[in-house]
């Protein structure tokens, strides 16, 4: 009887024990034939797409947007007029929708590293922006110019609640097909 309970403890603390250790389900692979970019994602996108007008012109902006509890996981990209892109500098337009992200979420920039994604120029960016009065966002960021296209691929969540791991995996794991 004693060997018995002893076993079942054993068993009920091992079950505990590897159950407190396991890793979230891995992520999806999501494949954009027309955005020709994939990116492991923890939730299934839904797609939208919007024409803003600018400067140069419309601009459609592809958007791709997956939620969990409380974090959004994004990736946007939209092509601008090649004639354009060949008279700006790659590195000014870089800066240019920076300042045009920490504008638009009325944030603060955090911190920005130059960056590159196979040999296009981009930029790793932190903003921190209130979501609403009672609570402030963090958004870790990366953008890349890849020819005329410009990529944006964001990790959106309450500030403290997220978590690099979760935000560094997503956006590790944006690629170019």
């Known amino acids: 009887m004693m060997k018995s309970r002893l076993s079942q403890c054993l068993l009920v603390g091992f079950l505990l024990l590897t159950a407190c250790n ?9 494949i954009s034939d ?4 994939e990116i492991a994602a923890p939730a299934p996108f839904e797609e939208t797409q919007q024409s803003v007008e600018t400067p140069v012109g419309p601009v459609e902006i592809y958007t791709f947007t997956a939620e969990t509890e409380n974090t959004a996981y994004v990736v946007a990209y939209s092509d601008y007029p090649a004639e354009i892109i060949e008279q700006t500098d ?9 300042d045009g992200a920490v504008n638009n979420l009325g944030g603060t920039l955090v911190s920005e590293e130059v960056i590159d994604l196979a040999g296009n120029p981009g930029r790793s960016l932190v903003i921190s922006a209130n979501a609403n009065q009672e609570q402030t966002a963090t958004i870790n960021s990366r953008i890349y110019l890849v020819e005329n ?3 944006q691929v964001l990790v959106v969540s309450p500030e403290g609640a997220e978590t690099l791991e979760e935000s560094s995996s997503f956006l590790d794991s944006f690629d170019l097909q």
């Open 22 to 30: 396991s890793t979230p389900p891995p992520s999806e692979v999501f």
């Open 34 to 37: 027309s955005g020709q970019f």
């Open 90 to 98: 790659p590195q000014a337009l870089l800066d240019s929708s920076r």
């Open 149 to 151: 296209r410009l990529y």
